[in-house]
């Protein structure tokens, strides 16, 4: 075992570019090449985000901190020196997957992070690449690249290594377009075992439904499922949906298809149209009234404002996104008058309570 952890922290770059190619063969065997939608601006920003923070971002983290470390407590680079190697990997591997749980609940739930993770969810497909579509100040920013850095300088290299390796495996992995998770759903037998797998690590069913574009096809959650290697924080603080299915339509709800130096480089640069989130002089804007919208929906489902920025009142257009507010599901069985809130103030979610009355 010690060999084969020695080997692991000696080839890591290699290996992590070895999962890469795997996946990548896999994807072209599967047509990607093909099929894709994607433009050139999308194949640029995607590599061009994944040399920054290979090249760049990373090992520059890990190279201040450990000069910082050794000038301010030099005896401390090796305070992890005979620590069990397993105990460091995984309290390494739990903190690592807990910060960028937090940090990526965040980057949908507060504006300015929104803006630098938004590239991540303009991808209209999936793909290995995906992984590392954002904004470079996003990972400057992401609080467990320092946990990389600092564990580093304390000694614990080698661990360090071998949980990145592992867990590259299981975010390419649910990022690619193979669904290799698709096997254990087909067959009842697998079932139990299907089970353990996704309420563990993320799997591709699980992260698709976070890039889906809205849950009006009760299969997407992209206000959900904000897992990276393990999905046991989703469900320990009541983020996870599973459903072993896969959306069809991802991306954003309201994509204003900005250039790829906008979405790497924001917000030094913005795009111009001044109608997009990333773009020079956006501006956020209520929408409420405080009369209700009357109107007949139609069957189906529906998805009612509940943040008050939409552009489509009373209906959702994913204007939510880098607040706290969700979108609230409508289902309708048969079409009907309803008396939808636009002041969103009502009790009773989308439907008016007269709240207004009192405003």
């Known amino acids: 075992m010690d060999e084969l952890v ?3 922290e000696g080839q890591q770059q290699l290996l992590v570019a070895g999962i890469i190619l795997f996946f990548a063969i896999l994807e072209i065997a599967g047509g990607i090449l093909k099929n894709t939608k994607r433009s050139s601006g999308d194949f640029v920003q995607e ?6 923070l290979s090249l760049l971002t990373k090992p520059g983290i890990v190279i201040a901190v450990g000069f910082i470390g050794s000038l301010l407590l030099p005896s401390a680079s090796v305070l992890l020196n005979g620590v069990n190697f397993w105990a460091i990997l995984i309290v390494f591997l739990l903190v690592d997957d807990l910060l960028q749980y937090a940090y990526h609940r965040s980057a949908h739930e507060y504006a300015f992070l929104w803006k630098l993770h938004r590239p991540h969810h303009a991808a209209t497909e999936m793909g290995l690449l995906v992984s590392y579509r954002n904004a470079a100040l996003y990972y400057l920013l992401m609080p467990n690249i320092w946990w990389i ?11 360090v290594s071998v949980g990145l390796v592992m867990k590259q495996l299981v975010i390419i992995g649910s990022h690619s377009t193979v669904k290799w998770d698709r096997f254990l759903y087909k067959f009842k037998v697998l079932s139990p075992l299907a089970w353990i797998v996704e309420h563990v690590i993320v799997t591709p069913a699980f992260h698709f439904a976070h890039h889906g574009k809205a849950k009006s096809d009760e299969i997407s959650d ?18 996870a949906v599973f459903t072993r299915k896969y959306p069809q339509n991802l991306g954003l709800q309201s994509d204003s298809v900005d250039p790829w130096q906008a979405h790497t480089f924001y917000p030094v640069i913005k795009a111009d149209n001044p109608n997009s989130e990333i773009g020079k002089g956006f501006e956020k804007l209520k929408t409420t009234t405080k009369e209700p919208i009357k109107i007949a929906l139609l069957e189906g489902n529906h998805l009612w404002c509940s943040c008050g920025f939409s552009r489509s009142q009373p209906f959702c257009d994913g204007s939510h996104h880098g607040t706290k507010f969700k ?8 079409m009907q008058d309803y008396n939808l809130c636009n ?3 009502s009790k009773l979610g989308a439907i008016c309570d007269n709240s207004h009355k009192s405003l």
């Open 149 to 159: 850095a600092l564990v580093t300088f304390l000694g614990g290299g080698i661990p």
């Open 47 to 52: 590599v061009t985000s994944f040399l920054l």
């Open 222 to 239: 992209p206000n959900g499922n904000f897992g990276n290697m393990f999905s046991i924080w989703d469900q320990l603080f009541g983020s």
């Open 6 to 8: 020695n080997f692991v």
């Open 327 to 334: 979108p609230q599901l409508i289902k309708v069985e048969k």
């Open 343 to 345: 002041c969103k103030q």
